[in-house]
């Protein structure tokens, strides 16, 4: 159990989101990024199955098949797209909803920091790129198709223009 360690990275992660989120045009909005990560739901896990690598929910995921704290952190933030999931009728089955175009954004800032953090000195500015497109097959319908694209746009925007640029284009554009 490294409860302190967990305590570090993500305070680190989170400080990089707002960081970003001010960068984006969307500060206040980054200032409530992942409180939830403190809850005893959320940190207890994080804590017992900490690596510093990457995100201790695949530990928990690895361990006893699912992860708690995860279910309990997408259903509270709504940067993330499994947040924006609901019960579609015609098809019986879950999809994605499409993501109003803040939370993009932020979702946006949480990936290239998660990147940076978890990367270290390896992080390049086509990082979160490569990892959104290794997971391409994993989200399959839960994403719903335009958040996806307009996403991929940004983490585009980024592996070819640079950091500058893109916050720039967030800061300036209200929708993407």
Known sequence: ?????????????????????FKAGIGFQGLFHDLSKYSPTEFI??????????SPN?????SIG????????????RHHFE???DYNHATRQMQGMPMPDKYIKE?????VAASKIYQGNKYTDDS??????????KRGILIHEETSKKLEFLLRMLA????????????THKTL
């Open 107 to 111: 979702m946006f800032c949480d990936r």
């Open 83 to 85: 947040y924006w999931t």
């Open 160 to 171: 070819e223009n640079g950091e500058k640029e893109t916050f720039k284009y967030l800061r």
């Open 66 to 77: 699912y992860s708690k704290a995860w279910m309990h952190h997408k259903g509270r933030n």
């Open 45 to 54: 896990p994080g804590a017992i199955y900490y690596q510093g690598t990457r």
């Open 1 to 21: 159990m490294h409860p302190i360690k967990h305590f570090k990275t993500i305070t680190k992660h989170r400080h990089a989101v707002i960081i970003h989120c």
């Open 58 to 62: 695949e530990g928990e995921r690895e």
């Open 128 to 137: 979160s790129l490569k990892y959104f497109e290794q997971g391409r097959d």
